[in-house]
């Protein structure tokens, strides 16, 4: 019975496992265009410490856990969790 799971699972990871792969062929002229992906620019220092980089490509500024804190607090005061409370966790 387990080789028999065994074999099926192997059959089945075989042929999902084509469906993934990548061609080398080039495409013919009746094809649609392919896809350009921009290239990802290359880590400057400031960048080294493997911070998170937004898509227009400038370094996002880590905040303290103070400033968070104050943030929060300041939410609070204001009412902006009450509201979003209220609006888009109330379900």
Known sequence: MKSLTL????IGA???ASAFAQTTTA???NSAPAMQVAAN???TTSNATGSWVAP????TQGK???QVYQELVHAEQDGQ????NS???AH
């Open 87 to 89: 609006t888009l966790y």
């Open 14 to 16: 075989t042929a999902t």
């Open 27 to 29: 495409p013919t002229q």
């Open 56 to 59: 227009y490509g400038q370094p």
């Open 64 to 66: 303290t856990r103070a």
């Open 81 to 84: 969790l009450a509201y979003l």
């Open 41 to 43: 620019p290359t880590p």
């Open 7 to 10: 074999a099926i699972a192997f």
